[in-house]
């Protein structure tokens, strides 16, 4: 059994920061892509960021500059960095690693709030 544990969030100012983290525990052979996505109210689940295990990025446009996704392969721990925040920031964050059990699966994480005021 897999668990992506989220911590992090919150309420923040326009213009300020958070930084959120997600852990993967229990049975892991390895793991592949860890992200980040997050959901508004009324809108659909959209990709915030991405890392390899090799270390290669993406990002939604609305972030980049903004945001940097890292991860830590000896703690199977993504972080997201969140900078200039904005009230469109607004959204449940969720963690998403691709993980290789007996076969390779998406995990997800709980979620976790982060409001943004303006």
């Known amino acids: 059994q897999v668990q992506l544990v989220e911590s992090g969030g919150g309420l923040v100012q326009a213009g300020g920061s958070l930084r959120l983290s997600c852990a993967a525990s229990?049975?892991?052979?390895?793991?592949?892509?860890m992200g980040w996505y997050r959901q508004a109210p009324g809108k659909q689940r959209e990709l915030v960021a991405a890392?390899?295990?090799?270390?290669?990025?993406t990002y939604a446009d609305s972030v980049k500059g903004r945001f940097t996704i890292s991860r830590d392969n000896a703690k199977n721990t993504v972080y997201l960095q969140m900078s200039s925040l904005k009230p469109e920031d607004t959204a449940v964050y969720y963690c998403?690693?691709?993980?290789?059990?007996?076969?390779?699966?998406?995990?997800w994480g709980q979620g976790t709030q982060v409001t943004v005021s303006s």
């Open positions: 890392i390899t295990g090799g270390g290669i990025t």
């Open positions: 229990g049975s892991i052979f390895s793991i592949n892509v």
């Open positions: 998403n690693a691709r993980i290789k059990v007996v076969t390779l699966t998406d995990h």
